[in-house]
């Protein structure tokens, strides 16, 4: 099973601020990495999926980089509707993995 | 609009069985594999299960934590995948999800990940 490592666990930043979120497998999963944000009690939205292409409707401000065992998710400038916890899956191989997850909150 | 609405959640005596629906609306259900998710309270995603359309051969496959227990089937006349959960233990506690999952095709590899959520059904194992 691939574990997925996403760092740090909580980002504290203030609105308008760049937020960087950084996630590691356990082993490659080339470009096959996506990440999902989650509000509480909602469901997760996709955000990124082939770990840089933006989901439907998603703000340029969110991009996503990374290849084999090292990504990245940026947040140019965040809104407060920004304010969640973000995760990234890998799909690459099965089992799907998730990292534990980031929570990003308000400075 | 695409949507996915699971139910079929509730209060389960360990042991116990239950079976979760997720009904599909705005595309085209056939075309498309699905995946099922849970979350326990306070806690982190964790995948249970996955069936390929029937266009790949209709297959699945499962977590180790709920491999034979748990199986997952479809009705595509009717846009609905299935959870059926047996032998229910109190950790099958959890919000579960369904997901639509988008094919990647890599040479002779597929690749999928899921890109739309439904809003889940809580499921409690309690005696």
């Known amino acids: 099973e691939i574990v997925m490592t996403q760092s740090p666990a909580t980002l504290s930043v203030s609105p308008g601020e760049r937020a960087t979120l950084s996630c590691r497998a356990s082993?490659?999963?080339?470009?096959?990495l996506a990440w999902y944000q989650q509000k509480p009690g909602q469901a997760p939205r996709l955000l990124i999926y082939g770990a840089s292409t933006r989901a439907t409707g998603i703000p340029a401000r969110f991009s996503g980089s990374g290849s084999g065992t090292e990504f990245t998710l940026t947040i140019s400038s965040l809104q407060s509707e920004d304010f969640a916890v973000y995760y990234c899956?890998?799909?690459?191989?099965?089992?799907?993995?998730f990292g534990q997850g980031t929570k990003v909150e308000i400075k | 609009e695409v949507q996915l609405v699971e139910s079929g959640g509730g209060l389960v005596q360990p042991g116990r069985s239950l079976r979760l629906s997720c009904t599909a609306s705005?595309?085209?259900?056939?075309?498309?594999?699905m995946s099922w998710f849970r979350q326990a309270p306070g806690k982190g995603l964790e995948w249970v299960g996955f069936i390929r359309s029937k266009a790949y051969g209709g297959t699945t496959e499962y977590a180790a934590s709920v491999k034979g227990r748990f199986t997952i089937s479809r009705d595509d006349s009717k846009s609905i995948a299935y959870l059926q959960m047996n032998s229910l233990k109190t950790e099958d506690t959890a919000v579960y999800y369904c997901?639509?999952?988008?094919?990647?095709?890599?040479?002779?590899?597929?690749?999928?990940?899921?890109?739309?959520w439904g809003k889940g059904t809580t499921v409690t194992v309690s005696s």
């Open positions: 082993q490659s999963v080339s470009s096959n």
């Open positions: 899956q890998q799909y690459n191989n099965w089992p799907k993995t």
């Open positions: 705005g595309f085209t259900f056939g075309d498309y594999a």
């Open positions: 997901t639509r999952d988008r094919v990647v095709l890599v040479v002779y590899a597929m690749y999928y990940y899921m890109d739309v």
